[in-house]
C-alpha cells in the first residue's frame, strides 16, 4: 500500500483514505494507491463495500498541477492514465461510494463519478475548473458528467470552471445525499443500507438518460459558445470543452472518451495554458519577498483612514467597509465630502440592484465609513491611505500632518500614481511607517495592489501592507519605488509609441482594434479617454524638466488635450462619445492628426497590425527588463500580474514578459534593436533584455534563478 493512500476496515466496509497533504492532490503515487487498495478489497471475501474519502479537510482536489509541465510533451495516445483506475472503480463488483468533504474537483471530481455513489457534506464544492488552467477535464469528465447531470449543467461546469455547492450537486444528480455529522460514519451508513437494500450499482458511463435529444442540445452548446466567446474572450479551452460534452451526446463513452483525450492534448500544448499555469504559481509566489521572511511580524489593522474622497479614496474606502475595516474618510470641504459619500452610496446600491448585495449589507457597509472634515479621528487608524491630489507639495504637507497626528504604530500610505514614496516619507519623522498602497481604478473593482517600498520602509510595514491587500480581496504585488512604479512607468513607453503609431499614418481606431485583436481588454486610446487625456497631460508636465532635448515628443497627445477633449468625462477625447459612453471616430481630428502630423514633418504611411503590436508590446517588455534590471520588481511574473490585474493585458497569454519568452527573446531582443537604429534612444535595448537573448534564456529563467538564489540565501542566513 502507497504511503499516500491508507485502507482501514471497518467490519465488513472496506475505507479508502487518500493522504496527501494539504489538498490530496493525485500526485504519482495517490491513483496506484487506490488501484491497489481496491484489489485488495475485491478478492477479500469478508468486505462487501468501500467508501473512498480524503483525509484531513478535503476530498481530492485535484491533478498536481506542477506534473502538468512534465507531461506537456507526452501525446498521451492510451489517454489518462486515471482512466483505467476510474473504470476499474466503476466495475468493482463491490458498492462503492465517494465522501466528499471540502473541494472535489479536477481529477478528484472525475473519480468520484466512477464511484457507484456519492455523499457529500454540505459545505462541500464540486467542480471541473480546469479551463482556468487552459486545460479541459481529461479523465472522462466530459463523458461521464454529462450522464450524471445533464448536458447543460456539465457545460456550464466544464466550460466555465465554477464550483458547485453540495445542494446544487444534489439537485442535478451529482451526488446522492447531503449528510450532516461525521462525514466516515455517514458514508459507512450509506454504504451499509446499499449492501442491505442490495440495490443496483450503477456504472455511470453505461447510462445515457440524461444526454437529452439533439434539438435541446445543440441549443445548449450555441448559446455557451456565444457567452464563451464573451465572457472568456480569446481563450479556446472553454470552447473545446463544450465540444468534448458535445461528443458524450453523440458518440459511444469509449469514442468520446478518446475525443476528449485528444483535445486535452491540444490544450495541454497550447500557449493558453502554458501561460494560465505560470500566472497560477505567480499568484503564490508574488507574496514571497526574499528579505521578508515569511515569519515578518506583523501589525494589527482594525481601524483605517483615508484622505481624499474623489475618484480614488472613495473606492478605497469601500475596500476597507467591504473587508468590515471601519473607516474614516476625510475631505476638505463639505460639498466634496457629500459628492463623495453619495458616489459611495450609488456603487452600494448598484450592487443591491444587480443581486451581489442585500440591502441589510449595504447599510452595514456604509455605517463602517465615517465621513469627515478634520483630522480629529486619525488617532486610533493603523492604517491611512492618502488620495488626495497628485502633488508632491500637497502630499508633503498631509504626510507632515499625519506625522503628528496618528499613532507611531500607524501605516502611513500614499495611493501617489508616480510620485517618489521616499519624497513623501521625507516630511515625515518616521519614513519606515511610509509606504506607496497603489489601487487601480475603479478601486472597489481592480483586483491589483502594487505595494511600493520606500528606501526606508520597514519589513513589518511591507508584511502588514501584503497580508492587508488579501484582506482587501486585493492581489499585493510588491514593488520598488521609481516614477511610476512598474505599471505606469511601463504604460508611458507603450502609450507613447502608440502615439507615435498615429503621428506616422495609423488610424486611432486602428491602434486600438489591433491591440484588442492582440487580446487587450481596451485600445490605447479608448483607456487614455477613460483615464482622462488631461492626467496624462499632468503627468507629462509634472516631468518635463526631465526631457532630453532633441528627443521626440508625442505631440498630438498635447493638442487633444489643448482642444479640450479630456476623454469620456467631456464625452470627447480621442473619440466622441455618446450618451452611453459609445465610442464613434471624429473625422476632423483624423485630419487634425494628420496636418499636425505634416506640420510636425513627420511623413504619413501605411502601417501593418503586426508593426503596432510590436511597437506597443516590445516597448512593454524593454521596460519591464529595464525594470527588472534595476530591481523594482522581483521577478518577471510579477510584472505580468501587474499587467494582467490592472491593464487588461489577455491572460492567456501569461503576461507581457511571458509572451515575450513565448516569442524567443533573441527576436525580440533583435527586433528592439531595429527599432532602436530606425526610431532612436526611446528604444535604447535593456541590458538584460540582450543578456538573456545573448544567452538562450528565458525571463522565467531569470525567475528561477532569482527563486534559487533567494533559497540559497535564506539557507545561508
Ligand atoms: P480626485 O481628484 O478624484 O480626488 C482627490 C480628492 O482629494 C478630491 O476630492 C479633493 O477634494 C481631495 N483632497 C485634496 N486635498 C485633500 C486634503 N488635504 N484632505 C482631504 N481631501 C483632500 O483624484 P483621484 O483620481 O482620486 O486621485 C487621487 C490620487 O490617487 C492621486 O495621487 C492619483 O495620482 C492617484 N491615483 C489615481 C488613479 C486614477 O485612475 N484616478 C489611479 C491610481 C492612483
Known amino acids: 500500500m502507497s504511503e499516500l493512500v491508507k485502507l482501514t476496515f471497518d467490519g465488513e466496509i472496506a475505507v479508502i483514505t487518500v493522504d496527501n497533504p494539504p489538498v490530496n492532490a493525485l500526485s504519482p503515487g495517490v491513483p496506484e494507491g487506490i488501484k491497489s487498495a481496491l484489489e485488495e478489497i475485491i478478492v477479500a471475501d ?61 481529477g478528484g471530481l472525475e473519480i468520484a463519478q466512477g464511484a ?18 487552459g486545460l479541459i477535464p481529461g479523465a472522462g469528465g466530459t463523458q461521464r458528467l454529462p450522464r450524471l447531470v445533464g448536458t447543460a449543467k456539465a457545460v456550464e461546469m466544464c466550460a466555465f470552471g465554477e464550483p458547485i455547492s453540495a445542494k446544487d450537486a444534489l439537485e442535478n444528480g451529482l451526488v446522492d445525499k447531503i449528510v450532516e455529522g461525521d462525514l466516515l460514519a455517514e458514508a459507512t451508513k450509506f454504504i451499509r443500507q446499499v449492501i442491505q437494500a442490495n440495490k443496483p450499482l450503477r456504472k455511470t458511463r453505461e447510462s445515457r438518460d440524461k444526454l437529452g435529444d439533439e434539438a435541446t442540445n445543440a441549443a445548449i452548446f450555441e448559446t455557451a ?12 479551452a472553454p470552447l473545446k470543452a463544450i465540444d468534448a460534452v458535445e461528443a458524450a451526446t453523440k458518440l459511444s463513452f469509449e469514442e468520446g472518451v478518446q475525443f476528449e483525450n485528444k483535445l486535452f492534448v491540444e490544450c495541454l500544448q497550447s500557449v493558453e495554458s502554458k501561460a494560465l499555469i505560470h500566472v497560477f504559481f505567480g499568484e503564490r509566489e508574488v507574496a514571497k519577498i526574499p528579505d521578508v521572511p515569511k515569519d515578518t511580524p506583523v501589525l ?45 452610496e450609488k456603487n452600494y446600491a448598484s450592487s443591491v440592484k444587480k443581486g451581489r448585495m442585500t440591502e441589510d449589507q449595504m447599510q ?10 478634520v483630522y480629529d479621528e486619525f488617532a486610533d487608524a493603523d492604517v491611512v491611505v492618502e488620495a488626495a491630489f497628485e502633488n508632491m507639495a500637497l502630499k508633503r504637507e498631509i504626510f507632515g500632518a499625519l506625522d503628528k497626528i496618528c499613532k507611531p504604530s500607524a501605516i502611513l500610505a500614499s495611493n501617489t500614481s508616480t510620485l517618489s514614496i521616499d519624497e513623501i516619507a521625507a516630511a515625515t519623522s518616521r519614513p519606515e511607517m511610509v509606504i506607496g498602497h497603489h489601487f487601480f481604478s475603479p478601486a472597489n ?9 520606500g528606501e526606508k520602509t520597514s519589513k513589518e510595514v511591507v508584511a502588514t501592507s501584503m497580508k492587508l491587500a488579501k484582506r482587501l480581496k486585493k492581489l499585493g504585488v510588491p514593488v520598488g519605488n521609481c516614477r511610476g512604479f512598474v ?11 502608440a502615439q507615435f503609431l498615429v503621428e506616422e499614418g495609423a488610424t486611432v481606431e486602428q491602434v486600438d482594434r489591433a491591440l484588442n485583436n492582440f487580446g487587450m481588454a481596451m485600445g490605447l486610446f479608448a483607456m487614455s479617454d477613460l483615464a482622462g487625456v488631461d492626467v496624462g497631460w499632468r503627468v507629462r508636465e509634472e516631468y518635463k524638466h526631465l526631457e532630453i532635448a532633441g528627443r521626440r515628443y508625442p505631440i498630438i497627445a498635447d493638442k487633444i488635450y489643448e482642444l479640450g477633449r479630456y476623454g469620456q468625462k467631456t464625452k470627447a ?21 494628420k496636418d499636425t502630423a505634416t506640420n510636425a514633418g513627420i511623413r504619413q504611411r501605411e502601417i501593418s497590425d503586426e508593426e503596432i503590436i510590436e511597437r506597443t508590446i516590445y516597448a512593454l517588455v524593454n521596460e519591464g527588463a529595464k525594470i527588472l534590471e534595476d530591481g523594482i520588481a522581483l521577478r518577471s511574473v510579477d510584472i505580468d500580474l501587474i499587467y494582467i490585474n490592472g491593464f487588461g493585458f489577455p491572460v492567456w497569454r501569461g503576461g507581457p514578459m511571458f509572451y515575450a519568452d513565448t516569442i524567443g527573446l533573441e527576436k525580440v531582443y533583435q527586433k528592439v534593436k531595429e527599432l532602436h537604429e530606425a526610431h532612436g534612444d526611446w528604444w535604447k535595448p535593456s541590458g538584460l533584455l540582450k543578456k538573456l537573448a545573448e544567452t538562450g534564456e528565458s525571463f522565467s529563467d531569470f525567475d528561477r534563478r532569482k527563486l534559487q538564489t533567494a533559497t540559497a540565501e535564506s539557507a545561508a542566513n
Open 445 to 453: 473593482v481592480m483586483r491589483l495592489l502594487e505595494i511600493v517600498r
Open 225 to 236: 459558445k456565444a457567452t464563451a466567446k464573451k465572457i472568456r474572450r480569446g481563450l479556446n
Open 300 to 344: 494589527p489593522i482594525e481601524e483605517a483612514a483615508v484622505i481624499g474622497a474623489g475618484t480614488m479614496g472613495g473606492g478605497i474606502a469601500m475596500n476597507f467597509a467591504n473587508a468590515g475595516i471601519p473607516v474614516v474618510l476625510k475631505e476638505t470641504t463639505q460639498e466634496a465630502l457629500t459628492r463623495g459619500m453619495a458616489t459611495i
Open 46 to 106: 469478508n468486505i462487501k463495500g468501500a467508501v473512498l474519502i480524503g483525509g484531513g479537510t478535503t476530498f481530492i482536489a485535484g491533478a498536481d498541477i506542477r506534473e502538468f509541465g512534465k507531461i506537456r510533451n507526452q501525446t498521451r495516445e492510451s489517454g489518462s492514465p486515471i482512466l483505467p483506475l476510474i473504470l476499474f472503480l466503476e466495475d468493482s463488483p463491490k458498492p462503492i461510494v465517494a465522501a466528499i468533504h471540502g473541494t472535489a474537483f479536477g
Open 364 to 373: 452595514k457597509r456604509l455605517s463602517l465609513i465615517t465621513p469627515t472634515l
Open 573 to 593: 477625447g480621442w473619440y466622441d462619445y455618446d450618451e452611453n459612453r459609445k465610442p464613434a471616430p471624429n473625422a476632423e481630428i483624423a485630419q487634425m492628426l
Open 116 to 133: 457507484h455513489f456519492r455523499v457529500a457534506n454540505e459545505k462541500s464544492l464540486l467542480g471541473q475548473p480546469e479551463v482556468k488552467l
Open 487 to 497: 505599471g505606469n512607468r511601463m504604460v508611458e513607453p507603450y502609450g507613447r509609441e
